[in-house]
């Protein structure tokens, strides 16, 4: 289970407290016209998303607390949280936090 805190109002919960919104900072294609934009680039903002080991960006709502969207930077090998902002805000660069650990595998369940 993931602890959050919502950097707006200052809740903190457990991960079902809040809602995942994917992955932040996706750039909608820059056009006037839609019909201008190639179909790869209209297929890699819809549907292409990174899958990182290690730092990840991510969309994040305040579900139980006060209902808005902010980003969050999360190790996805240990799943902690490194930093938390505003939804209008720039990632922080987090190059120089330290590398992550690696968990140990799960033991697979004895089947016999
Ligand atoms: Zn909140």
């Not at 720039?90 to 936090?97: C, G, H, N, Q, T």
């Amino acid at each position: 289970m993931l602890s959050i805190t919502c950097p707006v109002c200052g809740a903190e919960g457990e991960e079902t407290d809040f809602h995942c919104g994917g992955e932040a900072h996706i750039v909608r294609p820059a056009t006037v016209d839609p019909s201008n934009v190639s179909d790869e680039a209209q297929r890699d903002y819809l549907y292409i998303r990174k899958n990182p080991r290690g730092l990840h960006y991510e969309r994040w709502l305040c579900a139980r607390g006060c209902g808005k969207w902010f980003h969050a930077a999360r190790d996805t090998i240990t799943m902690e949280f490194k930093a938390y902002y505003g939804i209008r805000e720039k990632a922080p660069d987090l190059s120089d936090s330290k590398p992550a650990t690696r968990r140990a595998p799960r033991k697979k369940a004895d089947r016999s």
